[in-house]
């Protein structure tokens, strides 16, 4: 049709308008490509290495060891591996975690070098290789006796290599080690646990793990440690990031798409009334309804195709880079990566799809018009909307009223600004709102007054030293919800080492049973409330009685006197497991423990941060790139839309700053308005995403809330975006000429 | 003189050809009289008021309105010109079309040093009770009515008016030419009109017929006609 000859001059008329559409296309499919891309694949590693290495579906220590394992396994139809396991510091905050080999359950997969083939090899994660800088080949010394870095590897029950599982994230300083049987055995030395892996994959492995705990019972083994793999935290993060990444892939790029359908339907709406004249006149030179929607569908059809095109194939080459920089958090082999076809065919219909429909359906309302209304042209121009008529703006400055006129003019550009505007505001403001809910919590460790915490393998009766006080710890489900795990901690009543403060800031005494705020909210209860919850180990119900509720929000736990926790849960009467110390204790030889002090807790979650500070800039760079899109092209819309005005300001003699002032600044208490509209929903959307963390791996954030100097920053950031949007602009209202309004009627 | 014009020339160029638009045109206008051209199109009258106005310049020749010399002004001495001395009628009214009619005048209220007031030039142009009618609700007799109250509220000392009847019917256009001569005697405003249609200059005091970019005829109206009774 010949009358496509004009779509690339309409496009390079106004370029400003199709090119901010282009890219924001481009930004939403890079994104959903990107993200859904990385997500798929990491969630591949993931599962192809718990698959391919055995991945336990339980650990378990015992109280005694069991003799007969293979007769075990055939009754309990799973396979079953000891395995041993002992902490050596390698120098001041390095810490390797040794493991022997196994060779059935939890193997080591290799991600460089080579494997195990002899005495004398040690294999180390790549992670802690990298932060100490051990290589291939390196020696190392573990207890007198010499080993050499033959590889590096990833252990499948290690993916995220946290040293106690109550931390939440990964010390700098630990890491993994494996070793022959027979070197560790040459250590004699190290605590054993057992490894299982049912054999039957039809069944829920948690049933399983019940059924074979009872055999275990049946069969006088007691159980001092159990962990489903579920409950696993250095496994279970990998789906709680997979879930958070495929919520960001389908949240982020719809919320720019949309951005770029209300954008071309204003495009096109604009485009259609310019030209009513022309499309009259075409009616009546002969051309078919069908003829001039097709012309006109394909000024959205081709951004989307061009946007499509760019944004999928874009958003598939940092794919790999992404995977890698994961696999530095979460350790697993990269076997390669796999592009899912299905998911790039989405990215690029969906912009189709979507601009197709709205500009389909934008053509058919304003073509709807008959072709002598189309002729006489502009009708739309001269419309005022509902709210332009019902406001009364009498006692305003004539500056305020005509800036509030002229973002009245058009609800679809106002929609188009202020979501515009929302959405670079929580892009912006999503990294720092995380950033402060960290923040809190780094601070809100004032709860623990002691520097060690102690974990001993055994059942412990001494009495400590001044400065330390004894603890036990269980893990518990509630009856209600059998999802959330929660600690219920027995503490020396009025510790000193625990410090717990009610809603009011008042001290709390620890001579009764105190719950925190998280599981407080997570279970609904207030004090005064009985609750039933299930020990872990072994699935007995108790009840507890709530005596307080502590405002705090470090974890979820109920503490209880120590001595009312040893009687409630029938442990022998004065014995505890773990303890809390000002300082280093003294422990016996013989006596097996793990030490964790809170300064390295509060180091790993500080380290942890730093690379949300990229995160935080990235983002920022983000909400910059599409603030200036989405502000620009309104600013450029505004423009456009009053050339006339502009001339006839000129002829009447209003000098180019007062034009500036009027056209340029009318959008200030708008994009003002759609950051303060960008601050809740960014709560919204961290809210879910919070919600998603806490539902995958109980982690637990304080109440969201945003320090006032970050939203200042996140203003000054959009704020500027607009100054440089006008400055962009400030060149197209100069070179609008008198000689414009003298030529056109507008009335 | 209010206005004297000498020898003013302007031409265009639009690739290699050169359009000489106004050939060494002079014409007089005193202070309080009302002006009209009359003209073909193409005779260089919307040139002609455009130089006056402030909009364009002559290549060469004197402009002097008021005792200023336009051609010589810079960009921001005319901006302060058209700002302070000069109100514009056009044919096609040019109002914007989501400003009220009170707003539309305070468009250039807005930037006056001593305006007069709104309410005053809305009674003057009988549109005091649609004040906060929109453009779109008017007709277009009563939309150039507003046209007119808006170029009068700077009380400017020359009024340029562009074929201010040019889309009307004749009834309405007698009214707006009436309402011309009135803001002409209340407040002194020197007029000059541009227009087709030469029955009205009858009204005028001066009247120059404009052809090909030269003044054909130049007459002075020792009688003016009342707009009322203007005929075509």
Redesign the interface.
């Known amino acids: 049709m010949v009358l496509n000859k004009r779509i690339k001059r309409v496009l390079l008329e106004n370029k400003a308008q199709y090119i901010g559409s282009i890219l924001l296309i481009i930004f939403s499919c890079f994104t959903f490509t990107l993200m859904s891309q990385f997500a798929g694949n990491f969630e591949r590693l993931a599962n192809e290495f718990q698959d391919g290495y055995v991945q336990e579906d339980a650990s378990f220590k015992t109280d005694k060891s069991i003799g007969n394992l293979q007769e075990l396994e055939s009754a309990a139809n799973a396979v079953i591996e000891e395995g041993m396991t002992f902490d050596f510091t390698v120098s001041e905050g390095e810490t390797l975690r040794i493991f022997s080999k196994n060779d059935r359950v939890n193997l080591p997969a290799i991600v460089d070098g080579k494997e195990l083939s002899g005495r004398g090899d040690i294999l180390l994660s790549p992670v802690f290789a990298a932060a100490n800088e051990y290589k291939i080949g390196d020696e190392l010394t573990i207890l007198d006796k010499s080993f050499t870095v033959v590889g590096f590897m990833a252990l499948p029950n290690y993916i995220y290599p946290l040293k106690s599982e109550e931390m939440m994230m990964p010390l700098p300083g630990f890491g993994t080690a494996v070793i022959s049987k027979e070197d560790f055995a040459a250590f004699e030395q190290g605590n054993s646990f057992f490894a299982v892996k049912f054999n039957n994959v039809d069944q829920n492995p948690r049933a399983q793990s019940i059924q074979f705990r009872e055999l275990l019972k049946s069969r006088g083994i007691d159980i001092v440690q159990w962990t489903d793999i579920e409950d696993n935290k250095r496994v279970n993060i990998v789906a709680a990031e997979v879930d958070i990444l495929n919520l960001v892939s389908k949240g982020v790029p719809t919320a720019i798409l949309l951005l770029a359908v209300i954008l071309i339907s204003n495009v096109i709406r604009r485009l259609i009334n310019r030209e009513s004249v022309i499309i009259g006149a075409l009616y009546a030179l002969g051309y078919r309804r069908k003829e001039i929607y097709r012309h006109y569908l394909t000024f959205p059809l081709l951004i989307a195709i061009i946007g499509g095109i760019i944004g999928t194939i874009l958003g598939v080459f940092p794919v790999r880079a992404m995977v890698s920089f994961m696999l530095t958090a979460f350790i697993m082999p990269l076997t390669g990566i796999e592009l899912n076809p299905i998911r790039m065919i989405i990215s690029f219909l969906l912009p189709i799809l979507f601009l197709g429909c709205s500009g389909y359906f934008i053509i058919r309302k304003e073509l709807r018009q008959s072709p002598v209304e189309l002729m006489r042209g502009n009708k739309e121009k001269s419309k005022v909307n509902f709210l332009e008529r019902v406001l009364k703006l009498e006692k305003l400055k004539f500056p305020t009223k005509f800036k509030i006129r002229e973002q009245l003019r058009s609800l679809s550009r106002l929609a188009f600004l202020l979501f515009g505007v929302a959405v670079a505001t929580m892009l912006l403001l999503w990294g720092f709102t995380l950033k402060s809910g960290f923040d809190n919590m780094l601070t809100d460790t004032g709860v623990y007054t002691f520097k060690y915490e102690y974990k001993f393998e055994d059942l412990r009766y001494e009495s400590l030293p001044a400065g330390a006080e004894p603890f036990s710890a269980s893990l518990f489900l509630s009856e209600a919800d059998a999802k959330n795990d929660f600690y219920v901690t027995g503490i020396m009543p009025d510790s000193a080492m625990v410090t717990l403060v009610d809603e009011s800031g008042a001290p709390l005494s620890t001579n009764q049973v105190v719950i925190t705020k998280p599981i407080a909210n997570q279970l609904k209860l207030k004090q005064g409330d009985t609750v039933d919850i299930v020990r872990k180990l072994d699935g007995h119900i108790f009840s507890v009685r709530i005596d307080s509720i502590a405002e705090t929000y470090v974890g979820k736990f109920i503490f209880m006197p120590l001595k009312d926790f040893n009687q409630k849960f029938e442990m022998p009467e004065g014995s505890y497991m773990e303890a809390f110390s000002n300082e280093l204790l003294d422990i016996p030889e013989n006596q097996s423990y793990s030490v964790v002090s809170l300064d390295d807790k509060l180091a790993a979650v500080r380290e942890a941060l730093a690379p949300t500070q990229s995160m935080i800039g990235g983002l920022a760079t983000i909400a910059f790139i599409i603030g200036t899109i989405v502000i620009y092209v309104v600013t450029s819309l505004i423009v456009e839309e009053n050339r006339n005005i502009i001339s006839l300001m000129k002829i009447f003699g209003y000098r180019k700053k007062e034009i500036n002032s009027l056209i340029l600044n009318s959008s200030t208490i708008v994009v003002v308005i759609g950051y303060i509209i960008g601050i809740p929903l960014t709560f919204a959307g961290i809210g879910v995403l919070v919600q998603s963390m806490e539902d995958s791996v109980g982690l637990t954030l304080p109440p969201l809330r945003i320090d006032l100097p970050y939203i200042l920053i996140g203003f000054i950031v959009v704020m500027l975006t607009y100054e440089l949007s006008k400055l962009l602009c400030r060149k197209k209202v100069n070179t609008v000429s008198m000689s414009e309004a003298l030529k056109s009627g507008m009335e | 003189m209010f206005i004297d014009i000498s020898n003013l020339k302007k031409s265009y160029k639009s690739g290699v050809v050169i359009n000489e638009v106004l050939k060494g045109i002079g014409m007089k206008l005193e202070k309080g009289e009302i002006g009209v051209i009359l003209g073909p199109s193409g005779s260089g009258k919307?040139t002609l008021m455009?130089i006056l106005?402030g909009?364009d310049r002559g290549d060469s020749g004197r402009v002097i309105v008021d005792g200023i010399e336009v051609n010589n002004l810079n960009d921001?001495a005319l901006?302060?010109?058209?700002?302070?001395d000069?109100g514009?009628v056009?044919?096609?009214?040019?109002?914007?079309?989501?400003?009220t009619v009170?707003?539309n005048i305070?468009?250039?209220?807005?930037?006056s040093k001593s305006p007069l007031n709104t309410d005053e030039v809305l009674a003057a142009v009988e549109m005091q009770d649609k004040k906060?009618r929109?453009?779109?609700e008017l007709s277009g007799g009563e939309?150039q009515r507003v046209s007119l109250a808006r170029a009068i509220v700077k009380n400017p000392k020359l009024l340029l008016c562009?074929e201010p009847t040019g889309?009307l019917d004749y009834f309405t256009s007698r009214s707006i030419l009436l309402l011309l001569q009135q803001v002409n005697k209340k407040y002194g405003t020197t007029i000059l009109m541009i227009t087709h249609n030469a029955a009205i200059a009858a009204m005028a005091n001066r009247v120059f017929k404009l052809r090909s970019g030269e003044i054909v005829e130049a007459a002075v109206n020792q009688i003016t006609v009342p707009a009322e009774r203007i005929e075509w």
Do not use: C, K, M
């Open positions: 919307s455009n106005g909009i921001d901006t302060d010109y058209r700002r302070g000069i514009f056009f044919q096609f009214y040019n109002l914007v079309p989501n400003l009170g707003e305070e468009v250039v209220s807005n930037i906060h929109f453009p779109r939309q562009d889309a």
